[in-house]
């Protein structure tokens, strides 16, 4: 559990999916912050997140 694990209760672990947000260039959904209860779930909905995300990197030009 996040709280056991690293001592994160429900405020911080919006502050920390806020800042992975910003860092990481995705959006976590409210329902998807809502089912993460480990560092796993963390960051399994994470991976998921960047896999869905579309790239940043400039497209070449042919």
């Given amino acids: 559990m996040l709280v056991r ?12 999916v806020e800042t992975l947000q910003g860092r990481l260039s995705i959006i976590v959904p409210d329902e998807v912050t809502a ?3 480990t560092v ?15 790239s940043s990197a400039p497209t070449p030009r042919i």
Avoid: F, K, S
């Fill in 5 to 16: 694990d690293l001592g994160v209760d429900g405020l911080a672990l919006l502050e920390l």
């Fill in 35 to 37: 089912r993460i209860r």
């Fill in 40 to 54: 796993a779930d963390l960051q399994d909905a994470v991976a998921r997140l960047m896999a869905a995300a579309p």
